[in-house]
């Protein structure tokens, strides 16, 4: 059974910065890509940010490119996603997800609870 | 990297057939047969319902189908249930490791 558990959400300022984690109960987490997915209050689904199961790869939709950066530990089975100069569109519940079979690794089989990003001054 | 395009709302009775449309473009939908379907529930995490455009994973019920027509892609809900009330996404890979949701469709079950 695979357990995703994201933190680090909270109320930040316009401009400022913001680190999510996610952490994985998942054997063989460094075989598997991981996305942030979000979802703004009252709103539909976005997704944010895409890391191949051994880094090496990271693609960012155009709405955070440049400002947000996603990265994993795959030693401490966690997943990041660093956020600078947040705006206030960012707000959001932001979501971690993975795939069931890496080959496949554009679905979301498995989510987290999300943790909700709040900007505002 | 516009949304796809999906009815804000569709409803129906119990036990009739609801389809919900998800229309892209040539860039997304209409080139990949990588669509997918989420049933979010309020206060929940998304459920994957349907992939590879009508493919279901192991636990979902046959009531749930999927299908696609050029830039066009459906959801349709087969005698539908009270628990199927929950707002549905639809997913398309984007092209250059991209990927695209719609904006979601809300199913009242009257």
């Known amino acids: 059974q695979v357990q995703l558990v994201e933190s680090g959400g909270g109320v930040v300022q316009p401009g400022r910065s913001l680190r999510l984690s996610c952490a994985a109960s998942?054997?063989?987490?460094?075989?598997?890509?991981m996305h942030w997915v979000r979802q703004a209050p009252g709103k539909g689904l976005e997704w944010v940010a895409v890391?191949?199961?051994?880094?090496?790869?990271?693609y960012y939709a155009d709405s955070v490119k440049g400002r947000f950066t996603i990265s994993r530990d795959n030693s401490k089975n966690t997943l990041y996603l660093q956020m600078n100069s947040v705006r206030a569109e960012d707000t959001a519940v932001y979501y971690c997800?993975?795939?069931?079979?890496?080959?496949?690794?554009?679905?979301?089989?498995?989510w987290g609870q999300g943790t909700l990003v709040t900007v505002s001054s | 990297q516009s949304a796809l395009t999906q009815p804000a709302s569709v409803s129906g009775s119990p036990g009739q057939s609801i389809t919900i449309s998800c229309t892209g473009t040539?860039?997304?939908?209409?080139?990949?047969?990588?669509v997918s379907w989420y049933q979010q529930h309020p206060g929940q995490a998304p459920k994957l319902m349907i992939y590879?455009?009508?493919q279901r994973p192991s636990g979902v019920s046959y009531r749930f189908s999927g299908s696609k027509s050029g830039n066009t892609a459906s959801l349709t809900i087969s005698g539908l249930q009270a628990e199927d009330e929950a707002d549905y996404y639809c997913?398309?890979?984007?092209?250059?490791?991209?990927?695209?949701f719609g904006g979601g469709t809300k199913l009242t079950v009257l």
């Open positions: 997800a993975t795939p069931e079979d890496d080959a496949s690794w554009f679905y979301f089989d498995y």
């Open positions: 998942r054997v063989n987490f460094g075989s598997y890509s």
């Open positions: 890391i191949w199961y051994d880094g090496s790869e990271k």
């Open positions: 040539s860039s997304d939908v209409g080139s990949y047969n990588l």
């Open positions: 590879d455009v009508s």
């Open positions: 997913c398309s890979y984007a092209g250059s490791n991209t990927v695209i």
